[in-house]
């Protein structure tokens, strides 16, 4: 008994130093010492697992699909290819079940797929209209959710539910109400607008009409949301200065409100041409590509490569060829607004 209490005792002093302090709190204390001393290392340590996640669940399928887009990747003759096999076969070994190796074939295939090119003018079209239609409409609810009255946080939370709402659940209520026995219909037929009901989306022409307004109804409140934060950033000095000086509303709004928003702007624009080119999961629900392909856009012609028509290969360059005009287009905008600041 004896003994164990002197181990015990000797214990504790080997755990203590001068001044009472555990030889594991010092070394704890030199370890946030040392780290605090090299914040590039701290920035590491910290930032570390986060990294190793994202390599992981970001930039390992990236690097699969760019190896994919090099073959004549086809899932249900052949399966999924490994990514070590599909190493190799970049280097001229020969693996026994690699798909055959295609090189930039898939890449070079996108200029001669007449569908394609369709589907590439279908997204312009979608693009080019709804851009501007969502800066309009979002400019107009900003302008008016700016205004102080009665009732203005009721109004807005209102305004942000179409957005709040999932994507799929906004393209199926849409669906719902476009049916020939849907809400569109029975309004229409009320006002004696229209004699029968119209199939909407099984028309080449209302089909796209109707892709365009559940568009604008999904992005419009949340651009307006992004206005509004910049409008609320303009300093009320300005507009009371021009206010004496006898400038009206369409004044204030073309030399004060609307420089301030340039930036807003910019990154709206950038988000909505990023929206229309990779565009899927409303049409998918709403149109299905149809009819007659008047609604099949390039993200959906990538869809179907790559599920319906088991093309795993000339889908992924499909991707990589959208991912790089996207990106092109968002870093020349970019340096073409800030060039017009700096002018």
Known sequence: MSLG???????KAADTVKGGVAPSV????????????HPGLLG?????????????????????????????????????????????????AKVEGLPKFLGLGNYLKVFTDRQLQRAIGASLIL??????????????????????????????????????????????????????????NGVLLGLHLIKEPVTWLFSTTWAFFWVIVANLWKGSPFSALILLAGMQTVPQELYEAAE???????????????PHLRYPITLLVILGVIGGLTSFEL???????????????????VFNHAIQWDNLGYSSALSFWLSGVVTIFGVLYWRLASRRDEE
Do not use: C, E
């Open 5 to 11: 209490i002197k181990a015990s005792g000797q214990a």
């Open 26 to 37: 010092i070394r704890r204390l030199s370890l946030m010492g040392f780290l605090d001393s």
């Open 44 to 92: 590491w340590f910290l930032a570390g697992p986060t990294f190793l996640l994202a390599v992981g669940i970001v930039f390992y399928p990236i690097l699969y699909g760019l190896l994919v887009s090099f073959y004549d990747v086809h899932m249900l003759r052949a399966g999924v290819p490994k990514f070590a096999a599909m190493v190799q076969g970049l280097f001229g």
């Open 127 to 184: 693009t080019s209209i709804n851009v501007p239609l969502d800066l309009i409409f979002a400019m107009i609810v900003a302008l008016v959710l700016n205004q102080d009255f009665p009732g203005r946080g009721i109004v807005r939370s209102v305004v942000i539910l179409s957005w709040a709402t999932p994507g799929v659940i906004n393209a199926i209520l849409w669906k719902l109400m476009l049916r020939s026995d849907g809400i569109v």
């Open 244 to 258: 004496i000086d006898g400038a009206g509303p369409w004044a204030r709004f073309w030399n004060i409100t609307l």
């Open 283 to 301: 049409l998918y629900i709403l149109t299905g590509g149809g009819p007659a392909n008047s609604t099949l856009v390039m993200a959906y012609y």
